[in-house]
């Protein structure tokens, strides 16, 4: 990512970010403009939809993948790889999701450290969030946060042959499903 050097408003941020077709994040007044994916990024991501939309089926929650924006207090606007959320306030703007339960980011090389820290430390003020996936495109390894009762984090990795359960969804994924198709 590559941030725009001067410090700007929320609301000056989604004006740019809604009339420009590159999309940016932002994150305490600065603007980051996002860089493109691999090819596996976008099969990882595609298969995550895919199962988790499945997996949903008719439930009131709703899968989203990364051209819907996460928020939280005009703090950060994030657009995820993929998040769920189930909270009817989010059906109220088409643009912007505040009450996730699930985000998953997909690693890649250029984001990897802020998606493990900056990114999730942001993420953890989502009183909604319950679980944070960071997927390998490198290799079959899941990294699951789950959210606890006392508001610690667990993390637990999950690699080759292993089902990854997904509580907030009740739903359980394996983990070869994610990377199918991938050369």
């Known amino acids: 990512m590559i941030a725009i050097p001067h410090s700007i408003s929320p609301q000056d941020y989604l004006d740019l970010d809604r009339q420009n077709p590159i999309r940016h994040e932002y994150r305490q007044g600065l603007v980051y403009a996002m860089t493109g994916g691999s090819d596996a990024h976008a099969r990882i991501s595609f298969n995550l939809l895919r199962e988790i939309d499945d997996g949903l089926g008719n439930s009131p929650c709703r899968f989203y993948g990364s051209d819907v924006k996460v928020n939280d207090q005009d703090d950060f ?107």
Do not use: H, M
Request: proline share 4%; net charge negative.
């Open 77 to 183: 606007y994030y657009y995820p790889d993929a998040f769920v959320t189930c909270d009817e306030r989010d059906r109220q703007d088409r643009f912007i999701k505040r009450y996730p339960i699930l985000i998953a980011e997909v690693l890649s090389a250029s984001t990897e450290a802020f998606d493990r820290d900056l990114k999730f430390r942001d993420y953890q003020k989502l009183d909604s969030l319950q679980e944070y996936l960071l997927i390998s495109q490198e290799t079959q390894c899941v990294e699951v946060r789950l959210r606890l009762a006392d508001n610690t984090w667990e993390t637990t990795i999950y690699q080759t042959g292993d089902r990854i359960p997904l509580p907030s969804l009740n739903l359980e994924v394996a983990i070869a499903r994610l990377y199918r198709g991938l050369d």
